[in-house]
């Protein structure tokens, strides 16, 4: 009983499982597909079950469940499985009939039989089409395809309706399409009648020339090849050596700095004390000034050393430099070293700096063209020429900036001229000159105000005032 309560737990949880799956993929437009109790939800029609998203899986369950031998095709409604018929679904359909209790009516017979399930059409021996609807032409030495009607025909027959017979050797086979034979291996001629005389090599189906095996050579092959390596010649013998080797045998390597087809070719500049492969030429690093797989490629202009990394320095009007060691051949005027990389040492310049420079009183010479180029405060070819009034600097090239145009020639710092020296005098002497003035003012004046005791007044009333010459005296000029 628990076990019955159990099975129809499960039945009631897959049931709701599927109701809750069913309004959700459902197709509303899909077969036994109805309404739910509200109109966007959607269940399957009473009786089915869905697949996908229709319902097409017929329900027999309970009383209308199906036997063994039968299969539901509609709610309650069993048949028997395709192909069966009969109250025990046990007689096999005739070959008229297919389907569900043998109700269907097969169209292909009787030139064919339908299959039980699906309907479709075997046919007999002599008709092929999809209904088995055309005879067969091939004869009776050929089979047609049941589908295009094409003929395979049996062995020693050809044509298209396999109606002709080979004239090949019985053990030749002839082509269906031209009738042309086909010897197997030993056999040659029209007909495959004669044997081929090549030891245990083939020969050619229309001449009868043996083609020699891998190993083999001579008109007949029955000689053996005695190369260690590569092939031999099938008319000669002789070996064709593989790149890497070399000899009558091909037993022999590649000498070091060979290497390829005959080992006649030579390596590249491969690295020192190193060799390419025999084989293809490649060296593992190259020499430097050299590039590429095998090192026979020289580098690029504008550089130089191993794998050409190197950048050229500036030489000659841009001539490139030894790729090997990044060497100028040649310099610019005014450079010296192995990549110009010295300016000319002083006195000299020019190409190789072999030419002396002339006399420069204050400044040096310019290392490509020989001027003198002049310290700041001196122009001229000799540099021998203070700058003229108003200008400064390097050759005396920059004007002064200055209220009166005077400037230090060097510095450019501002002098005073003529009427400045004059003005600045007057600036300090006249301060000086007035004050002077005053100390002398002063002294005249306190000596006026003091009086002689004869001067002042008496008891008796003022005195008679007597002046007495002033006396001079000379102050030291300033």
């Known amino acids: 009983m628990l076990a019955a309560m159990g099975l129809e737990l499960v039945f009631s949880l897959l049931l709701l499982w599927t109701q809750g799956t069913q309004g959700s993929t459902l197709d509303p437009a899909g077969q036994h597909v109805c309404k739910g109790s509200s109109p966007s939800e959607l269940q399957c029609c009473p009786g089915w079950r869905q697949k996908d998203q229709e319902c097409t899986i017929p329900i027999c369950e309970g009383p209308d469940a199906c036997r063994k031998e039968e299969v539901c095709v509609k709610p309650g409604l069993c048949r028997c499985k395709p192909g ?41 021996p002599n008709y092929w089409g999809r209904l088995c609807e055309f005879p067969c032409t091939c004869g009776p030495h050929g089979q047609c395809n049941p589908k295009t009607g094409l003929c395979h025909c049996d062995p020693g027959w050809w044509s298209p309706t396999c109606r002709r017979p080979c004239q090949c050797n019985p053990a030749a086979r002839c082509d269906q399409a031209t009738g042309t034979c086909v010897c197997p291996p030993g056999w040659w001629g029209r007909r495959c009648s004669f044997s081929c005389n090549c030891h245990t090599s083939p020969c050619m189906q229309d001449s009868g020339r043996c083609v020699c095996l891998p190993g083999w050579w001579g008109p007949e092959c ?77 580098c690029p202009a504008g550089t130089f050393g191993e794998r050409c990394t190197g950048q050229c320095p500036r030489c ?60 700041a405060g001196y122009w001229g070819t000799s540099c021998n020429s203070s700058c003229p009034a108003g200008f400064h600097g390097n050759n005396c090239s920059m004007p002064c900036q ?10 450019g710092t501002c002098q005073l001229g003529r009427h400045g020296k004059n003005a600045l005098i007057v600036g300090i002497l006249v301060p000086l000159l007035l004050l002077l003035m005053g100390i002398v003012c002063c002294a005249y004046c306190c000596s006026g105000t003091r009086l002689d005791p004869k001067d002042r007044d008496g008891p008796y009333g003022p005195r008679r005032v007597t002046r007495s010459q002033p006396s001079w005296r000379l102050l030291p000029s300033p």
């Open 402 to 411: 200055c209220p009166e145009g005077l400037c230090h020639p060097v510095s």
């Open 84 to 124: 069966f018929f009969g109250a025990q679904c046990s007689s096999r359909c005739p070959g008229q009939y297919w389907g569900h209790d043998c109700r269907e009516t097969c169209p292909c017979h009787p030139r064919g039989q339908c299959e039980p399930a699906t309907g479709d059409c075997q046919c007999q």
């Open 222 to 298: 029955s000689r053996k090849c005695q190369c260690v390596r590569g092939q031999c010649s099938v008319t000669s013998g002789h070996c064709s050596c593989p790149p890497g080797f070399h000899g009558i045998r091909c037993e022999l390597p590649c000498n070091p700095g060979h290497y390829g087809a005959q080992c006649k070719e030579s390596c590249g500049h491969c690295e020192l004390n190193a060799t390419c492969s025999p084989v293809t030429g490649n060296c593992e690093s190259c020499k430097p000034g050299w590039n590429g797989t095998q090192c026979k490629q020289p």
């Open 316 to 375: 000659r009007l841009g001539e490139p430099c030894q790729a090997e060691t990044g060497h100028c051949q040649r310099c610019d005027p005014g450079w010296l070293g192995h990549r110009c990389e010295n300016p000319c040492p002083l006195g000299t310049f020019g190409k190789g700096c072999s030419s002396t420079c002339p006399a420069c009183a204050q400044g040096t010479c310019d290392a490509v063209t020989g001027e003198c180029v002049c310290s």
